[in-house]
């Protein structure tokens, strides 16, 4: 078994506790876009750990699938969700507009 040199232990448990830390936020935050945010920061940190525990490629696709594209998934149906307002459903907004026609 190959040991681990103790910074890199080290720095392995800083971005765990920190990871940790921001997964509490994405639970506790009462705005949708401040736990988006820390969900995005949650993936972000894998990356470096992965990046750190020498697993560049599985840290690359972290980085872009896991903190990118769903950071701006999650934004952009946040944004489509507030645009339709609560309780509309974009077929009963249609229907309704032909009845007034």
């Known amino acids: 078994m190959i040991s681990m ?4 232990a080290g720095i392995s448990l800083l971005l765990c506790v920190t990871m940790l830390g921001a997964a509490l936020v994405a639970i506790r935050a009462k705005a949708m876009p401040v736990a988006i945010l820390a969900c995005g920061l949650v993936s972000l940190v894998a ?3 992965f ?10 696709t972290e980085a872009a699938i896991g903190s990118g594209l769903t950071t701006f998934l999650f934004f952009f149906v946040l944004a489509r969700i507030r ?4 309780g509309v459903d974009n077929n009963d907004a249609e229907t309704e507009g032909d009845k007034l026609d």
């Open 83 to 86: 645009a339709t307002g609560p």
């Open 5 to 8: 040199s103790p910074l890199i």
């Open 51 to 60: 990046l750190v525990l020498a697993a560049p490629d599985v840290a690359m």
């Open 47 to 49: 990356s470096i750990l």
